[in-house]
């Protein structure tokens, strides 16, 4: 398995803060889909825990990366709402983490 699932309710909590924030700084509507999950990595240099954002606007997916666990993600992580097309996957784009 490559990451884990916490279920707990402050857990819980937490990714849907940084649902939130993703939401709110790329100005996502309401029937965007979000998705943002935590995962463990055991490579080498990697992070022990990286929270992933992708989410779908327009009909093109967007993701992001942030190399630490979601509970220390805050809203001046994220990138200026400017820079929504730079995260759009290109076409032929394969991403193994989400």
């Known amino acids: 398995m490559l990451g884990f699932?916490?279920?707990d309710p402050e857990h819980l909590k937490t990714l849907d803060r940084v649902r939130d924030w993703t939401r709110a700084r790329f100005k996502l509507s309401g029937?965007?889909?979000i998705l943002v999950s935590e995962l463990a990595c055991a490579l080498p240099g990697c992070p022990p825990l990286e929270t992933v954002v992708?989410?779908?606007s327009d009909g093109q997916r967007h993701h992001l990366k942030f190399f630490k666990p979601a509970a220390e993600v805050i809203a001046d992580d994220f990138p200026p709402a400017?820079?929504?097309n730079a995260l759009?996957?290109?076409e032929g784009f394969v991403c193994e983490c989400c």
């Open 82 to 84: 400017w820079m929504k």
């Open 5 to 7: 699932v916490k279920k």
């Open 54 to 56: 992708a989410f779908w």
């Open 31 to 33: 029937d965007d889909a």
């Open 88 to 90: 759009a996957d290109r």
